[in-house]
Structure formats: C-alpha cells, structure tokens
Nanobody
Framework: QVQLVESGGDSVQAGGSLRLSCAAS????????MGWFRQVPGKEREGVAA?????????ALSVQGRFTISKGYAKSTLTLSLQMNSLKPEDTAIYYCAADFADSCNDFYSSKPEDKYWGQGTQVTVSS
C-alpha cells in the first residue's frame, strides 16, 4: 500500500522560501515518477515539478528557476522534497505530493488522477 504524507506548508511573505517534504511508504526510489501538484479553490490541479527514476526533473514554466525538486532518504524513509524560493502570492495553493509506477514522467501531469497515488496536501500561503 503506497502512502504519501506531506509536510512543510506554512504562511510566508513574498520573496521568502519554504521546503515541502513528502514521506513515502510502500514505494521505492526506482518505483516510478514522483512529483508535486498544486490547487487553488475553484481551479484545476496543476503540475508543478516532477522527477523520474533516473533523477531527470521537469518544472512548470511558472516555477522554473525558483523551485527545485529532489528525492532521497531521510531516516530510512524515501522523501520527496520541493525547495521553493522567491515565493510569489500566486504560489498560494494546496500542494500535493503524487507518485505512480511509470518508467518516465512524460505523461505524469496529464495522466488520470486515479492513476497516481496522492498525499493529503499541505497549505502554502504567500502574502504580498
């Protein structure tokens, strides 16, 4: 059973930084694609960043150069991280960790939600 648990959401001022973490169980380092989505009430969930089994990363244009996705082990637990710098008010959203068992992240943002595992979400609020 795959379980994803996010942490690290907070309220910060514009220009600040946050680091989100996602602890994964029932899922291995080379199991598939992992990534982050975000959602604002009333809008569709959007892909933010993803990392595939060989460490190749990709980012939404809106966060390129500001966000960095990574994965590794913390206290023997596979952890997906999202370092967010130079935060803007438009980054305000609920951030979700997601994972699948695909060989690449080519379809990660567009694949059906039910084809991925999801965390419960963590709130990020950026004030101007």
């Amino acid at each position: 059973q795959v379980q994803l648990v996010e942490s690290g959401g907070d309220s910060v001022q514009a220009g600040g930084s946050l680091r989100l973490s996602c602890a994964a169980s029932g899922y291995g380092y080379y199991s598939g694609c992992m990534g982050w989505f975000r959602q604002v009430p009333g809008k569709e969930r959007e892909g933010v960043a993803a990392i595939d089994i060989d460490g190749t990363t990709n980012y939404a244009l809106s966060v390129q150069g500001r966000f960095t996705i990574s994965k590794g082990y913390a206290k023997s637990t596979l952890t997906l991280s999202l370092q967010m710098n130079s935060l803007k008010p438009e980054d305000t959203a609920i951030y979700y960790c997601a994972a699948d068992f695909a060989d690449s992240c080519n379809d990660f943002y567009s694949s059906k939600p039910e084809d991925k595992y999801w965390g419960q979400g963590t709130q990020v609020t950026v004030s101007s």
